[in-house]
């Protein structure tokens, strides 16, 4: 890699880190109003993000989206994707009624209730947005930009799971992060052994499907 995509590619990735692990939701309630920006606004700034990198990628990177993952999936990617779909709600069913109770740990109900009480419409918007965004912003880019920097898939990998744990701890707390972990894990190493964000898309709208659109 020449001197001014690393230089590119440095300046997406420190964005990208500050970007993501910035106030998106309490933002949108400033500009949307504490109602309509805590229950739809939110997904906005999630949205402007990841079509940013999109653009980020193309025209500052000038390389095709491709080099972030986006590459047409195979019969036995879509078969993978489906199998750690399945494998991510089984594990959340088992973490939920046997893990969490042998630990004492609840998780963050006022959310939970707050999001089943929004219209089937918007959950799906939210599972969705979930599933785009977070692969391309915590899987495709940081793992291939990290891993041409360090020349290490381990490290790429091990940061990358870390930010997406971490990440869910504002909103959902800290029992939370177990079930963010545990998908994590899955997500990163279907990555890793794949390398298409379209699987990893699919795996992540299965299981966030079988938890808020069921």
Known sequence: MTHRPRIATLMGLLFLLLATFAPLSTWSQHLLGRELGLNYGREVPWWILTLGLYAYVIFAERRPLSSIGFRRPGVLDIVLAVGTGVLMVAGTMIIYNFVFPLLHLKINMRVVLML??????????????AAVA??????????????????????????????????????????????????????TILYLWRRNLWVNMIAHWIADGAGFLT
């Not at 419409?121 to 599972?127: A, D, G, I, P, T």
């Open 116 to 129: 089943m009480h929004t219209p089937f419409w918007y959950r799906v918007l939210l599972v969705t947005r």
């Open 134 to 187: 977070e692969e391309t912003l915590f899987r495709g880019y940081p793992i291939e930009r990290i891993k041409e920097w360090s020349g290490s898939r381990a490290l790429a990998g091990a940061f990358t799971l870390a930010a997406f744990t971490y990440a869910h701890l504002a909103s959902w707390g800290a029992a939370q992060l177990i079930i963010a972990g545990y998908g994590g894990l899955l997500l």
